[in-house]
Structures are given as C-alpha cells and as structure tokens.
C-alpha cells in the first residue's frame, strides 16, 4: 500500500536559518502531494499541494518540488522565523482517485530565538 | 469562511465505555472524514463520509462506529473504550471525494481513557 516517510521526528533550528523537512512516499499510481501544518492547538491546515513532476511550488515563504524520480517532495523555507514552530505533515493521495490521504508520522519544527 | 466545530474537546472515558464525538461543518462540503492522531504515528482515517447517510470505512475502523444523519455533521462512536487510551480525534471536510482537494479540520477532541 501507499505510505509516507518523514525521517525527523524533531527539528530544532535557530531563527533566520534555512530549513528542509523530508518527505519520501511510495505508490503504484501517480500521487499527489501535500504538506499540512499545526500549529499548538490548532486544527491541521493545508500549506501546500502539488502533482506536477519538477514543479515548486510556495505558499507563505515555504517551498516544495514534487520529484517523481525519487518519491520526494521536501519542504524547504529559507529562513525560519518563530512563528513556523509547528508540526509538519506530509501526506500523499492518488491523482484522480478518492481523496484518502496517507499522512506521514510528522515533524515538529522548533525554532529558537 | 466557514469552520468545523468539534465537541467535546476534550473527553475522559472508563474502560469499556461507549463514548460519542461530534462534529458539524458550515462549509456546505460534501464529505467528511474522522481522523485519528497518535504521537509519532501521524493521522491515520477511521471513517469518510461521501455524502448524508453514506459511511465507509478507512484503514482504523474497528472498534467505532460512525453517523452521517445531515450533510453538516459527522459523529463518531468509540464502541468500547480501551483503558489507557489517549489520542486526539480530528474531524475533517473537503468540497467533494477527489483527491486534489484541500481538508479543513477542526481543532480536535483529545480522549483519555481511565
């Protein structure tokens, strides 16, 4: 079946520094990709999205490029602030099936001042 | 805008007992799904719902049961608790079944079992 790996559990980083959260996926048929965010307490949002092979794509300073090549879409930000504390989720669908996302386990982010 | 709703948020529960979370959506979406969300595992789906009295089971559906009785809400039925449980549940819904569409969750209902 599908499944998602997000190697970091923890990512501790000092503010103004660049950051990349992995994401690597496996699946029989042509994924889509996502990135969701949650911050404390809050409700899991979406950050970005993607199914197009060598694309990035950004939202909010954040940026990913989908590469089917190596199953990855890794999320990068080129200098964190405090604000992106959070817990990142990567999560894969299949392109034009129903929308069951297999979520990866996650990584929180925590960045000091 | 509109928001999804979640109650309780939070829920103490004995062994064994049956336990309901509830969840309403004003986005007029048409499916909607529980999550559940365990420390390090990530959200794994116990239950979709593609429209009003439609149910289908995700990959964690045994030992709840579900309830679609109106396009705004979804509740979710914890058959029989298990002691020391603790885990978050996360209501969400999307405009329609495929699978490019964002979710919007809510803020979640955190269980723990006594």
């Known amino acids: 079946g599908d499944s998602v790996t997000q190697t970091e559990g923890l990512v501790t980083l000092t503010k103004g520094l660049p950051v990349m959260l992995n994401c690597t996926y496996q699946?029989?048929?042509?994924?889509?990709l996502f990135w969701y965010v949650q911050h404390l307490n809050e409700a899991p949002k979406l950050l970005l999205k993607?199914?197009?092979?060598?694309k990035r794509t950004e939202h909010q300073g954040f940026y990913a490029t989908l590469h089917k090549s190596s199953s990855s879409f890794h999320l990068q930000k080129s200098s964190v602030q405090l604000s992106d504390s959070a817990l990142y989720f990567c999560?894969?669908?299949?392109?034009?099936?129903?929308?069951?996302?297999?979520f990866g386990a996650g990584t929180r982010l925590a960045v000091c001042p | 805008g509109g928001i999804i709703t979640q109650t309780p948020k939070f829920l103490i529960g004995q062994e064994g007992q049956k336990l309901t979370l509830k969840c309403q959506q004003n986005?007029?979406?048409?499916?909607m799904y529980w999550y559940r969300q365990d420390s390090g595992k990530g959200l794994r789906l116990i239950y979709y719902s593609i429209t009003e009295n439609d149910l289908q089971k995700g990959d964690l559906s045994e030992g709840y049961d579900a309830s679609r009785e109106k396009k705004s809400s979804f509740s979710l039925t914890v058959t029989s608790a298990q002691k020391n449980e603790m885990a978050v549940f996360l209501c969400?819904?999307?405009?329609?079944?495929?699978?490019?569409?964002?979710?919007?969750f809510g803020h979640g209902t955190k269980l723990s079992v006594l």
């Open positions: 999560a894969l669908s299949e392109l034009g099936s129903f929308n069951k996302l297999t």
């Open positions: 993607s199914s197009t092979d060598n």
């Open positions: 699946t029989t048929y042509s994924p889509f």
């Open positions: 986005f007029n979406h048409d499916t």
């Open positions: 969400a819904s999307s405009i329609s079944q495929f699978s490019n569409e964002r979710l919007f």
